[in-house]
């Protein structure tokens, strides 16, 4: 039986104060997300005035989602840094817990109502429809707070929701077409592109939709990643600059309705960041006015839907990620196998690394690595799960290696055994107790990590 862990919020504060009748609120995010993607969560707070000292614990269910990192922290707040923040790695810290410890004796600590304390990310690891809630709880740590004058404050909570998109899933999020805006981070004056995601995209012949997001953060530069043909030539870029961008689009080959597997981006919609340090914009899809997100069949007829909004965060810059590709590929149905490279990119003093690969059993099947390019690759650095469709990898050096950009590091093959046009993504995430992590040459974990 699969032990279930709750995550925990720990806070630390002094043990000694006199007592108030002030409040403070915490407020936990809802999101969904697609299995073995990711959803951030915002801690945001109401009441945030004079505060010297917090502490409370927060839980989930961990067969749900586990920790992934700390996407911000207010840069408002004196003192608060990633630093504060301590994931499963933590001293006394077991799987799926983390800390946070705030204090701040001269009490200048102050936000306004509804502004975000700090942002954590999480991987979805369950199954498509499972569900949980983030909330505030007691347990290991009893909630408290206190102001400059050491008063004791009450602290009051709302959960936050969470749930992996699916089919069947009943009560929403089951046959309804989903459209899941991406959440992102970019540094000062960088680049981004929010990738749209849909599920259910079934049998479609025309859509529509608004997009929103806060001009004074990010700007519009263009869509990309299109998997809706012809959807760049039906764009009003007319309000750009107020953070609107409006697209009506049409099948070119209405013969052939558009059907996209669950996962895919239908395109991504890309900024440069103009904002500070800390600052984010929502990415809103919109569902009000004459040209609200809305995809129809070959009647006309809206499809049931379910819309959830996506956003950006600009935080420090990092410098360029390190870069995991996996390749596309296309085979010929006559071939009886098919491979992928998985290469590298910003490949600098790594010391170990660690993700699993996921595909599709019903086209491929068999897999076998292949192609050891790195050093100390072998066949045991991999546990392969042919029923489930998985591979678990981990590699390790005694120093740290240096790759030129583009480098293969190995190749995954598979049997083909699906029918023809079809096809299978083969993607590298977080599953199980086993997250994407790359550790550099000074043990350090590295957190600007991009996955293609």
């Known amino acids: 039986m699969m032990k279930r862990y709750l995550l925990s919020i720990i806070l630390g504060i002094l043990s000694f104060a006199n007592y108030s009748f002030g409040q403070i609120e915490l407020n936990f995010s809802g999101a969904t997300g697609n299995a073995n993607g990711t959803v951030d969560v915002d801690i945001t707070v109401n ?70 304390l700090f942002t954590l990310r999480f991987n979805l690891v369950g199954e498509e429809c499972a569900t949980t809630q983030v909330s505030l709880t007691g347990d290991p740590t009893s909630i408290e707070a206190f102001d400059k004058d050491f008063n004791l ?11 992996i998109n699916g089919s069947d899933c009943g009560g929403g999020g089951g046959d309804e077409l989903t459209i899941t805006a991406g959440m992102e981070t970019v540094g000062p004056g960088g680049a981004v592109c929010v990738p749209i995601t849909v599920t259910n995209f079934n049998d479609v012949q025309s859509g529509s939709g608004t997009i929103l997001w806060d001009p004074t953060v990010i700007t519009y530069t263009n869509l990309d990643n299109i998997a809706l043909t012809g959807v760049d030539g039906s764009l009003n870029t007319s309000n750009v600059s107020n953070g609107e961008l409006k697209f009506v689009w049409s099948n070119p080959d209405p013969a052939n309705p558009l059907t996209l597997p669950d996962g895919s981006i239908i395109f991504e919609i890309c900024f440069t960041a103009i904002g500070s340090v800390g600052d984010m914009s929502t990415i809103t899809l919109s569902e009000a006015g004459s040209l609200g997100f809305e995809f129809a069949d070959d009647d006309g007829t809206a499809f049931p839907q379910i ?33 992928v490279d998985i290469t590298v990119a910003n490949f600098t003093n790594i010391l170990s690394m660690q993700f699993v690969l996921t595909w599709d059993t019903d086209i491929l099947n068999n897999a076998n690595p292949t192609s050891f390019m790195l050093d100390g690759i072998t066949s045991n650095s991999f546990l392969l799960n042919q029923a489930n469709g998985s591979a678990t990898f981990s590699w390790n050096d005694n120093v740290g290696v240096d790759l030129a950009d583009n480098s293969k590091i190995f190749s995954l093959c598979f049997d083909l055994v699906g029918e023809c046009n079809e096809s299978s993504d083969v993607q590298i995430v977080s599953q199980g107790t086993t997250n994407i992590e790359i550790v550099d040459g000074n043990t350090d974990e590295i957190e600007n990590v991009s996955i293609d």
Do not use: H, R
């Open 153 to 163: 404050l009450d602290v009051t909570s709302t959960s936050g929701d969470i749930m």
């Open 47 to 116: 009441g945030f005035t004079d505060i010297a000292g917090l502490q409370y614990s927060g839980a989930w269910d961990s067969l749900v989602m586990t920790y992934n990192s700390v996407v911000s922290t207010n840069p408002n707040l004196p003192d608060l840094t990633v630093n504060n923040i301590s994931g499963p790695e933590g001293a006394a810290l077991d799987e799926g817990q983390f800390s946070f410890q705030y204090n701040n004796p001269n009490g200048t600590g102050n936000l306004d109502d509804g502004e975000v």
């Open 307 to 339: 819309v959830t909004n996506g956003k950006v965060t600009i935080t420090e810059d990092t410098g360029p990620p390190f870069m995991l590709d996996v390749s596309d590929v296309t085979v010929n149905m006559d071939s009886v196998t098919g491979c």
